[in-house]
């Protein structure tokens, strides 16, 4: 329920005027396959189980993925790696996520992603990412079983890093911290009890040259499954 209304909340939002303007851009061109479709075209909310031990949080919707589907991590190349592998793992009903009616559920695992409006280039600004952040917040804490964050890239694991930071200090906390630094595989506990891992981002890049196979992103769900199991 609460996340719901949150997300109803996302999809309403226009704090990023240059993203918003964007979207408006993408629907000039629209690749031949999808010229007939209509877009999604708003932010892209999360998805998922409310009561998962997994977060999973992603850089920002794909121009013709989640921008077109409304969906996270859905009818894009990186979401079909990254949906093969929560299959395969126990965590999807489906190895396909295709569209927001589907019938697809996700178990014991939310997804998200740092900003929720595709962004040019897939580059969000660092004011972006700040914009985003309170959505971000919302869903760390209605969200109450969680016990892994998985990251998908640099930007989301700093990002990751800096709001619970920034939550922390809400709270009166203060907590001096060497920041680590994202190299793929990393775990790190965060000072909640959460474990924190790093992965590099399924994107098309990085899974076309081989600098995250297969086999690297299973181990890294290796490691997760055995962490929830403890
Ligand atoms: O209507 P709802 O049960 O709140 O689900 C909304 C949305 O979330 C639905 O498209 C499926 C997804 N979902 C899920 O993937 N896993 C769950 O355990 C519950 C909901
Ligand atoms: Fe709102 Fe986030 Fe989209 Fe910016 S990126 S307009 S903060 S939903």
Same mark, same amino acid.
């Given at each position: 329920k609460k996340l719901s209304i949150l997300n109803e909340k996302v999809i309403s939002c226009r704090l990023c005027p240059r993203l918003v303007a964007w979207r408006e851009e993408i629907l000039k061109n629209k690749p031949k396959r999808f010229s007939t479709e209509s877009y999604w075209s708003k932010p892209v909310p999360g998805f998922g189980d409310p009561l998962a031990e997994l977060l999973i949080v992603g850089l920002a919707p794909a121009a013709h993925g989640g921008n077109r589907t409304g969906r996270i991590f859905t009818g894009d190349r990186s979401g079909d790696f990254l949906f093969d592998a929560l299959y395969r793992f126990g965590y999807s009903s489906s190895p396909k996520s295709v569209s927001r009616d589907d019938r697809l559920q996700l178990k014991n695992v939310y997804i998200t992603a740092s900003v929720r409006c595709v962004p040019p280039k897939n580059k969000p600004t660092p004011e972006e990412i700040v914009n985003c952040r309170q959505y971000l917040i919302e869903e760390l804490s209605i969200l109450k079983n969680l016990k892994v964050i998985l990251t998908l890239g640099r930007i989301a694991f700093d990002n $990751?890093?800096?709001? $619970? &930071? &920034? $939550?922390?200090?809400?709270?009166?906390k203060h907590f001096a911290w060497e920041k680590p630094s994202f190299i793929h595989g990393i775990e790190h506990s965060l000072p909640d009890g959460k474990i924190l891992i790093g992965s590099f981002h399924p994107s098309q890049q990085n899974t076309f040259t081989g600098k995250l196979t297969k086999s690297m992103f299973d181990s890294v769900f290796s490691r997760i499954s055995s962490l929830l199991k403890s």
């Open positions: $990751v890093l800096t709001t $619970v &930071k &920034k $939550v922390a200090e809400t709270e009166g």
